[in-house]
């Protein structure tokens, strides 16, 4: 059914300084009522060209048309006014507010004198909760609702608004599979009621099924746009990376050996004492990949700070090899375990600190062969061939060691991290959401990393939000709910509606089987 052309961005260029072409030469039209996606590797300029529709990034080159006139967003709240809303990843919420404090925020109804017109604030949610089926309790704490439900409050913020186009980045990351297809089904209501869906994602499988078009990038240009009906995902991910991408997993029938870590019966409490992890017990072998699932918030990011030390244990046992580390400091737990924190911008690297600085970080203080005569200083030869090699074993493309860490593409950066942690050649490896917002190419890497780790014997803890790499690579998946192990599944055995059904809570796997 042929619609009208809604947005036209056409010709667009961006160069970051000094000479980062992020989008060149971008042209690309999106429909009145479709859902179009927008995909591509890390990079290839897709989050650029909608911050500079929604009027986050100012544009070198091109022209915006909107309904048919040339417009200029300077600011987001220009954006909005006009229709266009965008929904960004990291959900922008007051957990103490109610639903419906949070949707008006604002944008507040006032009575005479400026006072906040509650009443009238309240039953206009109420209304748009009805209007678009969102299933949700205008009085309900946002603190107290579900990531799926918090994300429905987001789009809500922006239909309380009357926008008619709604930039959706990445909408079901933080999703578990039952929740999926409900926000597909208000997703598709919204559509058929007129709005325009734009959506930046990674999962191919999830691009197919909901949109009407889309849009492949590669390297700041446009591929090509074609309906979702005529592709498949296998034709998308070679379009995004040029070339063939695997999507089967490679993983081989292999009997894990020695135990190398175990955690027994951790606990760990919040500054309100407020238990967040309880009687966690979990054991990886050598020579096993053992995933960890969960929605958001269920004690995974408990469990990696308790292991790595960055939080306290009320009560509980860690071992490595052998090796209790129960009290051990950081620096000890390091020459033991290499880890991949979730936050590579915070935690994971410096991002102010050069390329070199970020790829010797902790092999400095743990390797004597990086210090110079009397540990005086840093040994910058030796510092300089291992970046190298780094950058030649694990594909990073880069200018030079000395260019500062973020001046990477979000990939490359957690190359070199992953680089930095995996020849430090620990027994035990923690990686907390190691693919979280690459790109098809960049994860299907890192998954043969993992496996490569499993093939030498070194033992694998897993933290992913995504199902689909925990059964492409985990021999075995621990399902955390609540703060407690609720469920040990043996991969080849189980299936994600199972493990979909232990992470809201389900305690009987024949409920997941039935569909109770």
Sequence with gaps: MARDVLIDL?????????????????????????????????GAGKSTLMKVLYGLERRDAGDIFFR??????????????????MVHQEMLLIPEYTVWQNIVLGAEPVRAFGAIDVHRAREAVRQKIEEFQFNLEPDTLVGDISVAARQKV??????YRNVSVLVLDEPTAVLTPQEIPQLFSELER???KGHTIIFISHRLDEVLTLSDRVTVMRRGKVVGTSAASDLTK???????????????????????????????????????????????TIDVRAGEI????????????????????????????????GKDITRADILARRALISFVSQDRGKMGASINASILEDAVMTHHILDPGFSTWRGLGLNYRRAVVFTEQIRTQFSVSMSGVRDPFRSLSGGNQQKVILGRELLLETPFVLMDQPTRGLDVGSIEYVHQLLLDLRSKNRAVLLISADLDELFTVA????????????????TDTTSREEVGYYMLGGKEAEHAETGS
């Design 10 to 42: 056409r010709h667009i260029t961006k160069v970051f300084p000094p000479d980062t072409v992020a989008l060149s030469d971008v042209s690309v039209s999106f429909e009145s009522g479709e859902i179009h996606a927008l995909v591509g590797e890390n």
């Design 68 to 85: 048919g006139a040339k417009v200029e967003f300077r600011t987001p709240r220009e954006a909005i006014s006009a229709g266009i809303g």
């Design 154 to 159: 987001e789009i809500l913020k922006l239909l």
């Design 190 to 192: 919204l559509r058929d």
């Design 234 to 280: 296998e034709d998308l991910a070679r379009q995004m990376v040029g070339r063939e991408v695997l999507f089967t997993s490679q993983r081989q029938p292999q009997e894990p050996g020695e135990m190398v870590f175990r955690a027994q019966g951790l606990n760990c409490s919040d500054t309100e004492h407020r238990a967040r992890l309880h009687d966690a």
């Design 290 to 321: 053992v995933g960890v699932a969960g929605v958001e918030g269920n004690g995974q990011f408990e469990l990696v700070n308790a292991i790595m030390g960055l939080a306290p244990m009320t009560s509980g046992a860690l071992e490595v090899n």
């Design 475 to 490: 021999d075995r998946i621990v399902v955390m709910c609540q703060g407690d192990i609720v469920a040990d599944l043996a």
